[in-house]
């Protein structure tokens, strides 16, 4: 299958970025290359990208994509990562997209998917932990944290108590046996909305992924490897990492922390960002065209300075 994904938010996030015909910019979730491409469309023969993804497969169609292009340096890694990538230079920009690819959703195999019947994996680096190890393995207490800190699951308890009696049988080895015991702990006014194991398939992927966890560190290694004036640009997908990229983003643009009734500041802390989008949703026409970009947010800021002493 074609790696395919619609680059989401790609004209607003071409904008936020305030791209430099001479720039070092840095996608470090390129996937399939949309905004990669489109950031090389406003680079001259001086400015240079760097498309970064954790997927093999992404991995193996970016080189093919952009084998005939000199500005292009092609990377599997994980964003977190970001300094090391860019070998102690300054990016002008940093994009970091952090939804899950059409291919990856649409690729039966991956098994990222509730609605396809496929080996139970979710594994973006296709190494390490799997979604199956998850099911099979975790204690039920593990399996409800997990689903109530990363899936904001309302019946997490009764789930994961219905996982661990369903792998008492035999082990939970594909898609639709963990659909299956999902809807075995719901009652029937939770199957009427969204389908009823979209937030457990959340849940484990990030778990598989380390996608929370790696997120904070990697939002200030992001930053850090700015040059004053550059701009980090990040797209989210649900709330739980949109409310950590909007309080990281606070923090960079926090400036005098003194209290309130202080009539100058004493402090002496500056902000090291201002912030250019407060969560920029997609226009209804693009939902129309690409429902999966419907949950979907844009924010940015602007370096200012290394430290808030500078």
Known sequence: MEFVHLPVL???????LQIRPDGLYCDCTAGGGGHSAAILSHLDTRGRLI??????????VLHT?????????????????????????????????????????????????????APLDMRMSKTG???????????????????RDYGEEKYAASIAHSIVRARAEKPIETTFQLVDAVKDALPQKAMRDAHPARRTFQAIRIEVNGELSMLGGALDAMFDALC????????????????LVKRHFAA?????????????????????????????????????????????KLRAVRKLRDTPFD
Do not use: M, W
């Open 252 to 296: 960079f643009a926090e400036g005098c922390t003194c209290p309130k009734d202080f009539p100058v500041c004493v402090c002496g802390k500056k902000p090291r960002a201002e912030i250019l989008l407060k969560g920029k949703a997609p226009t209804a026409q693009e939902i129309e065209r690409n429902p999966r970009a419907r949950s979907a």
């Open 129 to 147: 932990l799997s979604a199956a190890d998850v099911v099979n393995t975790y204690s039920e207490s593990a399996l409800r944290q997990i689903l």
């Open 10 to 16: 790609l004209p607003e996030t071409i904008d936020a």
């Open 228 to 243: 004053v004036g550059g701009v980090l640009a990040v797209i989210t997908f649900h709330s739980l990492e949109d409310r």
């Open 65 to 117: 994509r952009f084998a005939e292009d000199a500005r292009v340096r092609v990377v599997q890694d994980t964003f977190d990562h970001v300094g090391d990538i860019l070998c102690g230079e300054r990016a002008d920009g940093i994009l970091a997209d952090l939804g899950v690819s059409s291919y990856q959703l649409d690729t039966p195999e991956r098994g990222f998917s509730f609605h396809k019947d």
């Open 51 to 60: 498309a970064v993804d954790r997927d093999p497969d992404a991995i193996a």
